[in-house]
């Protein structure tokens, strides 16, 4: 009798434990053997994956992607490109025409799979362009690991989109997503969306890479390159060993990482530095006029390095390498591919910044990008805009960092055709609305909750978020959780309102009445989205007063802010159109009066926010 009260407790206890959907992310190991023919621009690989399920579910079947699939005419790549238009990624088209419908037949991407096997026995598989699906004869029991075993050969495609041959710089190969990668799997289910042009997403991986390719080319990658001795561009004593066929092996391995990206040119050069506490920084690049900026880069990315590693958690690994390659910008695990001409300094800082900041936002908090693209771009972006403005202070000191973006954001809203951050990355009616949805939503989710919480919060909320979260697969969801408990507010609504949806700030100063020794303001809601309202004072003593008018959505105010000091009044509820203010100054002691000084608020109407007092 004990004993089956015993066990009924016991499975009561497991049934309650399973219901909490405990934190699981899947694991997977790959080792590569990859044979380039670089007069081809063709491969030959195998792979060996240790792919280890743990999640709380049984898996019978498993999912890979195969990217280079989608660069053909009439590819699902190629028919959305072409349904967009002008209003399409730029990149992708030529005055309108997808370039993807005029790739020559020999220039076609292609991962051509023979074979794979599931513990030494042959699979099942379907190839759905750029995902193949595989049907497994032994399923993945929770807390297991399988062995895939594959071969396939590859046609490196005319370069279109981040990967491919010969991009317009004269780079041979730009190898990323190049591989049979495993789709992740997690409490969302398999991430299979089909590659028709933006972001991408993976388990956590260990890599073991071996390339062999023609003894003169140089290999820059996201990773560590284990035996410099042996090929050419890493050491200066090199000893480069050639096989009969005039070939070169490169062994690669990196730990943890969510891809591993490459790429090979006879031109590059390679540089390398070590970041103080820092990664060793590897630029790979073709030395010329229009790279010159990359020899003074080396001061620029160690300040960098230094100011994202103290203000948004420390760099998990031991290297990363900035690669000449692709078509403007893409983070990878450990390293990005780049253009490499630039203007300025600044203009490249700006680029590296970016696609440096990824390593948080992308490689390290490893959110779903084609789920979440506002969590990896919008974050990225608002790294970017934080590191440049320590790195190349503006010559007339601007209100808060990211006015500009906060301007663009306004006069977008104006065009009407705003899509919300929320919509899955690939299926935004245009280019634009994509960008703005993404990368300035996104941003501005961050400068916006500053504003709420104050930036000394925010700062806490942001490393919190990565202590809690670094190396791991966070959503909006864990973010959120850790904002609120940080800043002790109540936050749903606001994320709600600014992702969800496309609704905007609007507040103003509706009247202002002067007293014998006060004088009384009326604020005005005419926007759709409640916030907090920082209401400010200039005196002619040039003195600033700030009083903060807490909406009672967050049910607790903000304490403080690195952007001054300020008195708090009472709530403004939510539902209540007007406020009034009054404060104990008269007309001739005022200069300005005005709703936010530190123009973080992203109020789309700025008109009647500010009211010089004559
Ligand atoms: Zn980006």
């Not at 060996?48 to 005419?73: C, G, I, R």
């Not at 390719?213 to 090929?231: M, Q, S, T």
């Not at 700006?350 to 936002?361: I, K, P």
């Not at 440049?388 to 006069?411: G, I, S, T």
Request: aromatic content about 14%; glycine content about 6%; charged content about 25%.
């Amino acid at each position: 009798m004990k004993k089956s009260i015993a066990i009924i407790f016991a499975f009561i206890i497991s049934q309650f434990q399973a219901q909490q959907n405990p934190y699981y992310q899947q694991a997977a190991k790959y080792k590569m053997d990859i044979d380039v023919n670089a007069e081809k621009f063709t491969y030959q690989g195998n792979q060996t994956l240790q792919y280890t399920n743990n999640s709380p579910d049984e898996l019978n079947v498993v999912y890979f992607h195969l990217y280079w699939n989608a660069f053909k005419p009439n590819s699902m790549m190629d028919q959305r490109v072409a349904s967009q238009g002008k209003n399409g990624d730029s990149r992708l088209q030529k005055d309108g025409i997808s370039r993807l419908a005029s790739i020559p037949k020999d220039q076609e991407g292609a991962q051509n799979i023979h074979w794979i096997k599931q513990n030494g026995k042959d699979l099942k598989f379907e190839v759905q362009e750029t995902i193949m699906k595989v049907y497994l004869n032994e399923s993945i029991k929770p807390n297991s690991t399988t062995s895939f075993t594959m071969e396939w050969d590859a046609v490196i495609p005319q370069q279109i989109r981040r990967s491919g041959r010969n991009n317009r710089e004269g780079v041979d190969m730009t190898m990323t997503q190049w591989y049979p990668k495993i789709s992740e799997y997690d409490y969302d289910g398999w991430a299979t969306f089909d590659y028709i042009g933006r972001e991408f997403h993976a388990p956590f991986s260990d890599f073991d890479v071996t390339i062999k390719i023609d003894k003169d080319y140089v290999i820059g990658a996201g990773g560590i390159l284990e035996n410099p001795k042996e090929v050419k561009g890493y050491d200066a004593n090199a000893n480069i060993k050639a096989e009969k066929n005039k070939k070169a092996t490169w062994k690669w391995t990196a730990k943890n990482i969510l891809d591993f990206a490459w790429s090979a040119d006879r031109d590059y050069i390679v540089k390398s530095f070590d970041v103080p506490d820092g990664p060793k920084v590897y630029l790979v690049y073709q030395k010329n006029d229009k790279t010159k900026v990359w020899e003074e880069a080396q001061p620029y990315v160690t300040k960098y390095f230094q100011i994202m590693n103290s203000h948004f958690g420390k760099y998990a690994y031991p290297t990363y390498a900035f690669i000449q390659g692709g078509d403007g910008g893409m983070e990878y695990g450990m390293c990005t591919m780049i253009l490499g001409e630039s203007k300025s300094m600044e203009d490249l800082m700006g680029l590296m910044a970016h696609e440096g900041s990824h390593s948080w936002y992308q490689q390290m908090l490893a959110t779903n990008e084609s789920v979440r693209p506002w969590m990896d771009e919008g974050f990225t972006s608002y790294a970017e805009g934080y590191v440049m403005n320590q790195l190349f202070p503006p010559k007339d000191k601007l209100p808060n960092p990211f006015v500009e973006r906060l301007e663009a954001y306004r006069n977008f809203v104006k065009k009407g055709i705003e899509e919300p951050a929320v919509w899955l990355g690939d299926h935004h009616d245009n280019g634009t609305s994509y960008t703005y949805a993404s990368y300035i939503k996104g941003e501005l989710f961050l400068v916006e909750l500053g504003y709420i919480v104050g930036e000394e919060n925010l700062s806490e909320i942001l490393k919190q978020y990565f202590n809690t979260w670094s190396l791991k697969h966070p959503t909006d969801r864990d973010f959120l959780h850790i904002a609120q408990k940080v800043s002790g507010m109540d936050l749903k609504w606001f994320h709600h309102y600014w992702i969800n949806t496309t609704k905007t700030i609007d507040y103003g100063i509706k009247d202002v009445k002067y007293d014998a020794k006060s004088t009384t303001i009326t604020l005005i809601n005419n926007g759709q989205v409640p916030m907090p309202i920082d209401f400010s004072i200039l005196t002619k003593d040039k003195k600033i007063v700030t009083y903060q008018i807490p909406t009672n959505l967050t049910h607790t105010w903000k304490q403080k802010d690195e952007y001054g000091d300020f008195k708090t009044e009472n709530y403004w509820p939510w539902t209540q159109k007007e406020y009034t203010l009054t404060i104990p100054y008269t007309q001739s002691q005022l200069q300005l009066l005005g709703i936010d000084f530190s123009q973080r608020l992203a109020d789309v109407n700025m008109k009647d926010n500010f009211v010089e007092v004559k």
